[in-house]
């Protein structure tokens, strides 16, 4: 099966610029993941989604970080206007979890490195 | 409030050698635990996890880990290292007490350089 595919690879920006990612989950997952993963941590959860209903946003900086799912199937991640600790690895993920079972594990793309100078 | 730890940055052991990568971690109820290896420029990708069952499980790559639930831990073991095992390995938990939003959030650790040399 095809992987989680994510662009760009890299993306440098100065700092108040605006910036998109964009994911595509493996097909038929319904859980997708954007996970933020800054040097020397692990990565931290930004926003879930199931289908194209937000479940867990809890940790997203909503004053500069927007999601969104539209049918359920690619995700984009914006960032406006970013700052100098905006920069990260920005990691997508998809699961075939639905609710109530949690021990499929997750599936990651390869990240977008982000730097903002 | 759940948490992984991973108390060692690095680990570096000669190819051949057994090798112990540890993770203990703190939930509220019945954890689902999960190893996961990255590799440079590269996303995670799932080695192993602990559901329910036998203690010891075996996962990808011919790692196992053991889970203890006395001393909340979850150690990657690999009886042989290999170079070509060299990456940074996190653990991960999941808090089966989660209710709402959290529900099935997945918590990693700060991750462990592995360095396996000739």
């Known amino acids: 099966e095809a992987g989680v595919a994510q662009s760009p690879r890299y993306k440098i920006i100065e700092k108040r610029q605006s910036v998109a990612f964009w994911c595509n989950p493996i097909?038929?997952?319904?859980?997708l993941y954007w996970y933020q993963q800054i040097l020397g941590q692990g990565p931290k959860l930004l926003i879930q989604?199931?289908?194209?209903?937000?479940?867990?946003d809890s940790q997203l900086p909503k004053d500069r970080f927007s999601a969104e799912r539209l049918k359920g199937v690619d995700s984009t991640l914006k960032i406006q206007p970013a700052k100098l600790e905006d920069s990260a690895v920005y990691l997508c993920?998809?699961?075939?979890?639905?609710?109530?079972?949690?021990?499929?594990?997750?599936?990651f793309g390869n990240g977008t490195r982000l730097t903002v100078t | 409030a759940q948490s992984v730890a991973q108390p060692e940055d690095q680990v570096n052991v000669a190819e051949g050698n057994p090798l112990t990568v540890k993770c203990t971690y703190s939930?509220?109820?019945?954890?689902?635990l999960f190893w996961y290896v990255q590799y440079p420029n590269r996303g995670l990708q799932f080695l192993l996890k602990?559901?329910?069952?036998?203690?010891l499980v075996k996962g990808s790559y011919g790692f196992e880990a053991e889970f203890n639930k006395s001393q909340t831990s979850f150690h990657l073991k690999k009886p042989s290292a290999l170079v070509s095992d060299s990456a940074l390995y996190f653990c991960?938990?999941?808090?089966?007490?989660?209710?709402?939003?959290?529900?099935?959030?997945?918590?990693f650790g700060r991750g462990t350089q592995l360095t396996v040399w000739p």
């Open positions: 602990y559901i329910t069952g036998d203690n």
């Open positions: 993920a998809s699961s075939p979890v639905t609710s109530g079972t949690f021990d499929s594990p997750l599936h």
């Open positions: 097909s038929g997952h319904a859980t």
């Open positions: 939930v509220s109820g019945n954890p689902y």
């Open positions: 991960a938990v999941r808090d089966l007490a989660d209710r709402g939003s959290t529900l099935g959030r997945l918590y």
């Open positions: 989604f199931q289908n194209n209903g937000v479940v867990d």
